[in-house]
């Protein structure tokens, strides 16, 4: 009984990536050539999101300052969720829904970069974010599900929206851990040229 069940968690979660594949892959792209640009001319990418998505934040973070999967410089990037002075000082002070939008005032300039992390779309220090970054000139790269919720509404031409189309929240974190390597990638591939060898 057991086996089966993880047998289904398995199918489930392979089934949800080939159907989101043909879905996905341009605006994903688009998304890209946002990172890569952002990147290229001097900018900074600051990513949120909370619990799982704040773990994303970080692993993206992480790939883009040291690396993904082959040796390149340094790459601008800084999640949100890490310091827990600046959270708990703005959460006690400001209220929660302002954690990231006031480092997002404080820290991003025009030509800079957010990505939004939020499986629901309605997170509201996520959405909050995104106001911030809008007044900064900043791009947005959103990834949700369930819809896209809030977030998707507030998005402009010029963001991308990558939202999974599923409403379990598991799949949602496992396809946006999928995203976020083919971020990285296109971004490596986009300033580097690729590889020879496919990924």
């Known amino acids: 009984m057991l086996e089966q069940r993880i047998r289904q968690q398995f199918e489930e979660s392979a089934q949800l990536k080939l ?3 043909p879905l996905l892959a341009e ?3 688009r998304a890209v050539d946002a990172m890569a640009n952002v990147l290229g001319n001097g900018g900074k990418i600051l990513a949120c999101g909370n619990g799982g998505s704040a773990a994303d934040a970080q692993h993206f973070a992480a ?10 410089p340094e790459l601008a990037a800084l999640a949100l969720s890490t310091d827990s002075s600046i959270l708990t000082a703005v ?9 990231f939008a006031r480092q997002v005032r404080a820290l991003g300039q025009a030509g800079d970069l957010l990505l ?3 499986t629901s779309g309605s997170s509201p220090n996520v959405i909050e974010a995104v106001r911030a970054a809008q007044e900064r ?5 959103a990834l949700t599900g369930k819809g896209g919720g809030k977030l998707g509404s507030l998005l402009s031409d010029v963001d991308v929206h990558l939202c999974v189309p599923h409403d379990r929240t598991a799949r949602i974190q496992e396809l946006h851990l ?5 971020l990285c990638d296109g971004v490596d591939c986009t300033l580097m040229g690729n590889p020879e060898e496919s990924p």
Not at 65 to 71: A, L, S, T
Not at 178 to 182: A, G, I, K, N, Q
């Open 137 to 141: 000139d900043m791009l947005v790269v």
């Open 63 to 72: 790939e883009l300052v040291g690396r993904f999967e082959r040796e390149r």
């Open 27 to 29: 605006p994903v792209a």
């Open 19 to 21: 159907q989101a594949a």
């Open 178 to 182: 999928l995203l976020l390597h083919c």
């Open 116 to 118: 939004a992390i939020s």
């Open 91 to 99: 959460g006690n002070d400001y209220g929660f829904d302002q954690v």
